[in-house]
């Protein structure tokens, strides 16, 4: 069965693929706005990983009411669900049995609650999976530390292709560079190179 994973080349997209790979025929699919190339760095790290990998455009009229309510929310959480909803569905789209994405349990920010989940599989007919939805954070952090080579670092310095980057564009674009401090709280994102080795 064809799979469609969200993946940003970070640590949660990346083991989640890892989990998958027994189960599914597997491809890696980034999600953009078209704003930057980040995307490129999850290319990289799916081909470190051995994947298939592929870009879906998303509507960029949803990334602009998405900045526009991050500016007005002074926080992130809302503008980065609805993008997320919005690539879940692009992505239940494509022609594949089922749909995954790294959300893991303890993720404020994006989540899938399960109306939403049946909503898409009803709407979509397709499966949705979320194979890290049982792990938390440390252990997901202890699996990827033994797993993979991974970089880790200030959000605004590490490069990886999630909605974070292309978001950051767009709202020092409408709001100005002051309200990217103002809205998004730092925080370190990982970027995976490739597995270590056995």
């Known amino acids: 069965m064809e799979l469609a994973l969200l993946y940003s080349g970070g640590k949660d997209s990346s083991l989640a693929a890892l989990v998958l790979d027994e189960f599914y025929d597997l491809t890696l699919v980034t999600a953009t706005f078209g704003l930057t190339d980040d995307w490129q760095h999850a290319r990289s790290a799916a081909e470190a990983l051995g994947f298939p990998f592929e870009t879906v455009d998303l509507d960029p009229t949803i990334a602009k009411e998405a900045v526009d309510r991050m500016a007005e929310d002074g926080y992130p959480r809302n503008g980065i669900q609805q993008v997320h909803d919005h690539a879940l569905e692009t992505v239940a789209a494509l022609d594949v049995a089922a749909i ?60 990886k292709a999630d909605y974070e980057d292309e978001l950051r564009t767009l ?21 995976v190179h490739g597995r270590r080795d056995p």
């Open 100 to 159: 995954a994405d790294g959300t893991r349990r303890d993720d404020r920010v994006p989540n899938v609650s399960r109306a939403t989940a049946q909503s898409i599989e009803d709407r979509y007919d397709v499966d949705y999976i979320a194979p890290l939805s049982g792990f938390g954070r440390h252990a997901v952090d202890q699996l990827v530390e033994a797993i993979f080579e991974v970089e880790v670092g200030p959000s605004e310095e590490v490069e």
């Open 171 to 191: 709202l020092t674009d409408r709001h100005g560079i002051e309200a990217v401090a103002e809205v998004f709280p730092a925080h370190e994102q990982t970027y």
